[in-house]
Structure formats: structure tokens, C-alpha cells
């Protein structure tokens, strides 16, 4: 047996770990999925399930599996997958093609009209995807493939088959949310086909009336629930942690480079606040003494009008002074006239 291709999903938490591989035999390809730890056999087990559940429920052709103790067994399918399409269409900018494909991914997605529901809450969702109440009474699939991403499809004759089919549930999930998952999928790996046709644009072309954000949520709760269970984390997280405290000395001496140009930067920094400090308190010292400046003219004005008010007042009695004594004299005058006549 020849490998020829190797993958570890060692994200998640154990029971979910798995490894993942194409191996050439007589001339015949395969691929093994197998359980990373003990804690894995029943998550690879339930494939067998997926298969029947889907073949129940879709009407998309389904990859054999062969299931032995903690490992199962895939033909390896040859032909075009629909992320290829997606990426044809895309690198083309076919708006028209792009439209095309996502009404028949819908359509995978959905699967047969008997699969089609209303979803009623029951908290069978909170484990997986988190609080799904805030769609009560939408569409919704009595079974869902969460796995039909368009890499996950390919199509032999033009026929679609699912060649992974590792999260299958069977109880009602809102359409909405897988429609999210395995379209935003694409979006994810292949950002420059926001250039093309928006994410929003798709969503809204097939009909997902959800708010995005809402739907986000239920992805996040997915991932949550695949790589944590809450008290222990996924074992990529340890191993990079134990990678991380594993350093050359080339990598030691570059971080010391790194460190010391950061140590740089922030004494600049520093130097400009002070910079900025000082300029500060010289303001504000100007500040200060054009303050006291202005208390002493306001003082002094004060002062001013005092005395032109006391000075006013002296005026004006020296003239009332003058005026009276001025009409004595001519009154006794006019008297003195009068008396000399008779």
C-alpha cells in the first residue's frame, strides 16, 4: 500500500479526532478515515449510519463506506467537484453560472421535498448549534447533511454523490443554518469570490431570510462543539503549545531582535508623551499667568470707575455750587434795582 495523502483533524476534542487517508493499492485508490484516539471508534462507527440516513432522506448518490473496528473505508471517487465549478465560475466572473450552481447546492442541501419541515423549538439543537428558538416556525430539514460543502460534492456523469458525510443529524434543524454553513464554506477559502458576487448577494438569490449574524452564531456553537467539550481543549491546541515552547537558537535570537526593536519603538514613544507633557505645562503656565493678568486689569478697571464716579459727583457739585451762588447774586441785584425806583 502507497500513501498519498496524509490529514490530521486534530482540532477537535478526542472524540471527534481523526486521520484521514488516500492510499494506492494494486492500483486502486482508497480512502481511510481512522480514529486518533479510543475515544473516536463510535464518532468513525456512525459514518455507516450517515450513509443510510442520507440515502433515506436525499436523493444524492452516496460514496460506499466500509466500516472495520475504529476505521471506515471510502471508494476514492474520480470526477468534478462542485468547488471546482464554483471556482470555474468565479475566476470567469459568471455571475449567471454562479447563480446556477447555487440553486442546485441548494438543492443538494435541501434534499428530497419529504425532508422538508417546520421547525418547532425543543432544545435538541442547544448541544450542536447553540439556541435555535429565534427560528421557530421557519423552514426546516428533518435530517441534515452539515458536511455538504461544495468539496465534499462531486459530480460523475453530472450526477451528484457526497464523498464525506461525517455530520449527519437527524432530528429538525432550520434550513437556513446548514444553507449558511455549506455555502459560506466556499466564501471562507475562496474570499476573492466576494469580489464577484457577495456573500449577502447569494444568500439573498436563494432565498435565506435569516440575519446573518444570527446564523454565524449557530456555526460558532458547531465549532465550539466540535473542539471543546468544555473542560478540555482540542489536542491541535496542546501540541501547538508544546511546539511553541520548542525554540532554536536562530528563533530565540530573532525574537531578541524583535524584542529590542519593540524596546525601540516604545522608548520613542515615551519620549514623545514627554515631549507632549512638557508642551503641556508650558501652556498651561502661560495660561496661568495671562490669567492673573487679566484678574489684575479686571481689578484695576474696577478701581478705574470708582474714581470716575467719585470724580463725576465732585463735578457735578461744584457746578451746582456755582450756578446757585451766581443766581443769589443777580437776584439781589434785580432787588437792590427795584427798591432804588419806588
Known sequence: ????????????????????????????????????????????????????????????DVCNVVISKDKAE???????????????????????????LLVIHKDIILGKKENET????????????????????????????????????????????FIDYEWVFEYPVPADVVLYHCIHNFYEHYPEMEEVFSFDAAMDYIGVKSDIENLNKTYLSFFDYVTSDGVTEGFALMKAICLKNTKTVQ????????????????????????????????????????????????????????????????????IFYVIAKKTYRKLRAAGRVICRKG
Request: with cysteine.
Open 1 to 60: 500500500m502507497k500513501l498519498r495523502y496524509v490529514k490530521f483533524s486534530d482540532e477537535r476534542r478526542k472524540e471527534f479526532c481523526i486521520k484521514t487517508t488516500i492510499a494506492e493499492d494494486n492500483g486502486n485508490l482508497k480512502v481511510y478515515k481512522s480514529a486518533i484516539f479510543e475515544e473516536g471508534a463510535e464518532h468513525i462507527r456512525a459514518i455507516a449510519g450517515n450513509a443510510e440516513l442520507l440515502r433515506k432522506y436525499y436523493d444524492t
Open 74 to 100: 471510502f471508494d476514492y471517487i474520480k470526477g468534478e467537484s462542485m468547488e471546482k465549478r464554483y471556482i470555474d465560475a468565479m475566476k470567469s466572473k459568471d455571475i449567471e453560472a454562479i447563480k446556477r
Open 118 to 161: 417546520v421547525f418547532s423549538y425543543d432544545g435538541k439543537t442547544d448541544e450542536v448549534f447553540g439556541d435555535c428558538s429565534i427560528f421557530e416556525g421557519m423552514p426546516a430539514l428533518k435530517c441534515c447533511n452539515y458536511d455538504a460543502i461544495a468539496g465534499n460534492i462531486i459530480f460523475v456523469d453530472d450526477k451528484p454523490l
Open 251 to 318: 528563533e530565540l535570537s530573532y525574537e531578541n531582535l524583535v524584542n529590542m526593536c519593540e524596546c525601540d519603538r516604545l522608548q520613542g514613544v515615551i519620549s514623545d508623551i514627554n515631549r507632549q507633557l512638557l508642551n503641556k505645562m508650558e501652556v498651561e503656565m502661560q495660561l496661568e499667568a495671562l490669567k492673573q493678568c487679566n484678574d489684575n486689569m479686571s481689578r484695576r478697571n474696577v478701581e478705574l470707575e470708582q474714581k470716575i464716579l467719585e470724580y463725576e459727583e465732585e463735578f457735578q457739585k461744584s
